[in-house]
């Protein structure tokens, strides 16, 4: 294989804090808890939006083994403070049953800003996700790929599901944090640019005109970070089971590292219209990886596994070049085992008819405790 340039990776991820008794949101953590994560991670955590939200990245990893080893430690870690204060962290992109209404802004100049900027869909914002950053030194790379890889977006999102419940309500919908997060202006899948000085003139055009402050209110599905040198994927839910974290982190970087294989042969992967690309992101939004992709070279509805087989062999060559052919071949456990949504989904339906609403929610927030720290 022609020598590629280094492709690392860093993961975030952020989690939900909830009380081990009532199972609801944890409102206002002790200040405590902060402090201490803090110390025991320095430079590793970091507050969300709300109060009841906590985020964690790994440094930049050259394969998705290293990702592995700190996450379990980030996990492991955040889950052990968080007990100290009876609470625990669940992995899933919403709480199965809390108001937005009822939560708090954390106090840091960003979000109180973003909460006077952006209203009650701010407010709305009680989502979690998972960001994979690409490190891709060269700017026009970046844009070339990001052009690229947003093919590939709904594939990735239809194997990370995690939020079908809403406010206490099934909503008929695997991935709902996408229905919350696209209420945010400049979100959703990017615009094509021809260089990375044609995406620059897009953001400079908002700067310029006092909307944004800078490349970080650029919300998109996938982006080059305005901080770092990445091509960051933030269209995934948060994977409630590690491994499945993992198995999409190993795609994306696959994915990227055979579309750079492809530009060393003056190949070029198609860029289909942003209108079929939203039909199956909704398609992923709506049905998780239960009801198939269109795949538009043959103009058909193609079933999750098929579409993960067929991926698994594409990314064959690239997985074993990134040490990574485990994970990506994980994938087909997932379409065999199902998504957290899914999981989720089941656990309610078996327990709401004997045990009834309220406790078939809260089995759901236990099985979500349990399995953020399974395997650790």
């Not at 953590?29 to 970091?46: T, W």
């Not at 960003?110 to 996700?129: F, Q, T």
């Not at 992967?269 to 049905?287: D, G, K, S």
Request: with cysteine.
């Amino acid at each position: 294989m022609t020598q590629l340039p280094d492709l690392t990776i860093g993961i975030e991820e952020e989690y939900l804090l909830v009380d081990r008794d009532s199972r609801d949101l944890a409102t206002s953590p002790p200040d405590a808890f902060m402090r201490e994560c803090e110390k025991q991670l320095p430079g590793r955590v970091a507050n969300e939006l709300m109060q009841c939200q906590v985020e964690v990245e790994t440094s930049p990893c050259r394969t998705v083994g290293e990702a592995r080893q700190e996450l379990q430690f980030l996990r492991g870690t955040i889950a052990a403070i968080a007990g100290q204060f009876g609470l625990a962290p669940i992995a899933a992109s919403t709480h199965p049953k809390a108001d937005w209404a009822d939560q708090e802004v954390t106090h840091k100049a960003r979000y109180e800003g973003l909460a006077s900027d952006l209203g009650v869909v701010a407010g709305r914002m009680l989502i979690c996700g998972m960001h994979v950053h690409a490190g891709i030194k060269e700017p026009d790379l970046r844009i070339d790929l990001m052009n690229q890889m947003t093919y590939f977006l709904p594939h990735l999102l239809a194997l990370s599901t995690s939020s079908p419940f809403w406010q206490g309500r099934d909503t008929g919908l695997m991935s709902y944090r996408l229905s919350v997060f696209d209420s945010l202006p400049r979100s959703g899948l990017p615009d094509r640019f021809d260089s990375y000085v044609d995406y620059r003139n897009c953001v400079d055009h908002l700067v310029k005109a006092g909307v944004i402050e800078n490349g970080t209110k650029i919300w998109w599905d996938i982006r080059p970070s305005e901080n770092f040198p990445t091509l960051e994927s933030r269209v995934t839910d948060i994977c409630t089971r590690l491994e499945d974290c993992l198995t999409i982190a190993a795609l994306y970087q696959c994915l990227l590292h055979m579309l750079m294989r492809l530009k060393s042969r003056n190949q070029h992967w198609r860029i289909y219209p942003r209108t079929l690309v939203a039909e199956n992101r909704w398609r992923a939004q709506r049905y998780g990886i239960t009801d198939g992709l269109i795949d538009f070279g043959r103009g058909e509805l193609v079933p999750a596994s098929l579409l993960v087989d067929e991926l698994i062999d594409l990314l064959a060559e690239d997985a074993e070049a990134l040490h990574c052919t485990d994970e990506i071949a994980r994938a087909r456990d997932i379409v065999r085992l199902g998504t957290s949504a899914q999981m989720q989904r089941k656990i309610y339906q078996q327990s709401v008819e004997q045990a009834g609403e309220d406790q078939a929610l809260r089995n759901v927030v236990d099985w979500l405790i349990a399995e953020t720290v399974a395997g650790l």
